[in-house]
C-alpha cells in the first residue's frame, strides 16, 4: 500500500450528521429510563401508599447519593487509562446493560406489602438504577467535549441531545397517560413496571446504536500524561475557581429545580383541577412544539449572538408568562385549559436554547479549565456539574412533595381533591417557574462569564479554532 494510501486509511471520518444522529440516540437511551422518573412520586404516594413527608425524605436522601457517585464516577474516567473503546464508550457499553432492566426496579407493583417493605424496595430500587444510570450518562455527557473541539459542532451535538430526550419524553408524555390512568383519571401503577421494561429495551438499543456512530477525536497523547497522578480534590478544587463551571452549574440547578419540582404537580393539576389526566401528555407535548421549531435555527443564532446571550434573553419572556400563570384567573373548563397550554408554550418557548445549548456550555467549561489549568479533566468538569444537576432534582422532587402539604393535597385522596386545593396546586406551578426563570436569567447574565468573543479567544489560544485533531487515532 502507498503512504499516500495508508494516510488515507487511517484518517479520523470528519465530524458530521452521523455523529449527531448517533449522539441524539445517546439520550434517547438516557431517557427512555429517566423519563419515568416524573411518576416516582405518583407512584409511591398514590399507589404503593407511602406518605408525602416519608417521600420527600426518602427521595432527598437518594438525590444526595446520586450527586456524590457523579464525582465519584467523573473521577474514574480521568484517572484510568481509556479502554479499546475509547475513553467514555467503554463505560457505556458495559453500563446500558444494567440500566436496561434497572428502570423497573423502581416501580416493582407492591401496594400491598408492609410498608417497611415499601421503604426498602424504594430505597434499594432507585439505588440499583441510579448507579447504572451514573455509569451510563456521565462519559455520555462528557463525551460532547471530544467528539470535536469547535464550538458550533459542540452545539448542534448540544440540540441533536436534546432532540433525543425529547422524542423519548414525548413518547412517554403522550402514551404514559393514556395507559395508566382510568377513566376516574387514579392511577392505575401496576402498568408503570411493564412499560419501563419496555423503556429499558428501547434504551439499550439505542446506546447500542450510538456507540456504532460516534467518534472519540480530541484526545490527549499519552506522553503529555505520562508519570502524572491523578489528584482529585485538586480537580474539584481547580472546577470551583472555574468562574464559567460554577455559573453553568448553578443555572442548570435553578432549571433542573423548576422542571422536577412541577413535574408530579402537572400531573396533580390535570388530575384534579382540569380533570382530565389522560390529556396531560398531549398538552405537554404542544408545549414542547417551540424546541421542534427552533432546531433548524440554533445554529445561526448560537453563530451570530454566542449561546449565553442567545440562551438568556428569551427567559424574559418566560418570567413573564409563568408569573401569569399564576395571577390571572385560569378557570377549569375548556376555556382556561386552552389559556393554560398558551402559557406553556410561551414560558417553553424561553428556555428552549438554553436547553439546546447547554449541554455544549458545559464543553466549553472544560475547555476554559484547561485554559485555566492546563490540565484537560473533562469527567471530573462534567460529573461535578452532574452532581448539581442531581442535587437540584432531588431537591425539586423533595420541596414539591412539602409544599404540596401547604396547598391542602392529599395524596390519599387520589384524583379526588378540592377544587381550592387543586386552584393552590395551580399557583404554586406558576410561582415555582417564576422564581426559577429568574434566578435563571441572573446566572446566565452576571455569572456565568463565557460570551461568544471570550469562547473565540480561548479556542484560539488552545489552538482548535478550527478544530484540531492531532495525535488522535485511527478510525476504528
Avoid at 475513553?87 to 440500566?99: E, P
Wanted: charged share 15%.
Amino acid at each position: 500500500m502507498s503512504t499516500a494510501a495508508q494516510a488515507s486509511s487511517n484518517a479520523i471520518r470528519p465530524f458530521g450528521m452521523r455523529d449527531k444522529l448517533a449522539y441524539a440516540l445517546g439520550d434517547f437511551g438516557c431517557n427512555c429510563s429517566f423519563a419515568l422518573n416524573g411518576y416516582l412520586m405518583l407512584f409511591y404516594t398514590q399507589y404503593i401508599g407511602l406518605s408525602l413527608e416519608v417521600w420527600g425524605i426518602i427521595i432527598l436522601v437518594l438525590k444526595i447519593w446520586d450527586g456524590i457517585n457523579d464525582p465519584i464516577m467523573g473521577g474514574l474516567m480521568d484517572s484510568l487509562k481509556p479502554g479499546k473503546r475509547g475513553k467514555f464508550r467503554t463505560y457505556i457499553f458495559y453500563g446500558s446493560f444494567v440500566l436496561a432492566v434497572s428502570g423497573a426496579l423502581c416501580f416493582l407493583p407492591i401496594p400491598d406489602a408492609p410498608m417497611g417493605v415499601k421503604i426498602f424496595v424504594c430505597l434499594t430500587g432507585y439505588l440499583v438504577w441510579d448507579m447504572a444510570y451514573t455509569v451510563v450518562n456521565v462519559p455520555y455527557g462528557a463525551m460532547n467535549a471530544v467528539i470535536s473541539s469547535k464550538p458550533s459542532d459542540r452545539a448542534q451535538l448540544s440540540t441533536f441531545r436534546t432532540l433525543g430526550a425529547m422524542t423519548s419524553a414525548i413518547v412517554v408524555m403522550i402514551i404514559l397517560p393514556v395507559f395508566c390512568y382510568d377513566r376516574e383519571n387514579n392511577l392505575l401503577g401496576s402498568r408503570i413496571f411493564v412499560i419501563a421494561l419496555i423503556l429499558g429495551a428501547a434504551g439499550f438499543l439505542a446506546f447500542q446504536l450510538m456507540l456504532k456512530g460516534v467518534k472519540e477525536r480530541v484526545v490527549i497523547p499519552e506522553d503529555a500524561k505520562a508519570h502524572e497522578k491523578y489528584n482529585y480534590l485538586l480537580a474539584l478544587k481547580n472546577f470551583f475557581k472555574n468562574r464559567a463551571a460554577v455559573g453553568i452549574t448553578l443555572a442548570a440547578m435553578v432549571q433542573l429545580l423548576m422542571t422536577f419540582g412541577i413535574s408530579s404537580a402537572n400531573q396533580i393539576l390535570f388530575q384534579s383541577f382540569f380533570r382530565n389526566a389522560r390529556i396531560s401528555g398531549i398538552a405537554g407535548f404542544i408545549s414542547m412544539i417551540p424546541m421542534f421549531v427552533f432546531i433548524p435555527l440554533i445554529k445561526p443564532v448560537v453563530n451570530k449572538f454566542g449561546k449565553r446571550e442567545a440562551a438568556a434573553i428569551p427567559l424574559l419572556l418566560g418570567i413573564l408568562s409563568s408569573l401569569l400563570m399564576a395571577i390571572l384567573p385560569v378557570t377549569p373548563d375548556a376555556g382556561g385549559l386552552v389559556l393554560w397550554i398558551i402559557l406553556c408554550l410561551l414560558t417553553s418557548l424561553s428556555t428552549v436554547i438554553f436547553s439546546m445549548v447547554g449541554w455544549a456550555m458545559v464543553a466549553d467549561c472544560i475547555d476554559y479549565q484547561e485554559q485555566q489549568t492546563g490540565k484537560r479533566e473533562e469527567g471530573t468538569v462534567y460529573a461535578t456539574y452532574s452532581l448539581g444537576r442531581k442535587l437540584a432534582q432531588g431537591f425539586g422532587s423533595s420541596i414539591i412533595a412539602f409544599l404540596l402539604i401547604l396547598t391542602g393535597y392529599n395524596s390519599a385522596l387520589g384524583a379526588q381533591q378540592s377544587m381550592d386545593t387543586a386552584n393552590n396546586v395551580r399557583i404554586l406551578i406558576g410561582l415555582t417557574q417564576f422564581v426559577c426563570l429568574l434566578f435563571l436569567f441572573i446566572l446566565l447574565r452576571f455569572v456565568y462569564n463565557l460570551g461568544k468573543k471570550k469562547v473565540e479567544e480561548m479556542e484560539s489560544s488552545l489552538g482548535r479554532s478550527r478544530g484540531s485533531y492531532a495525535n488522535m487515532p485511527a478510525e476504528e
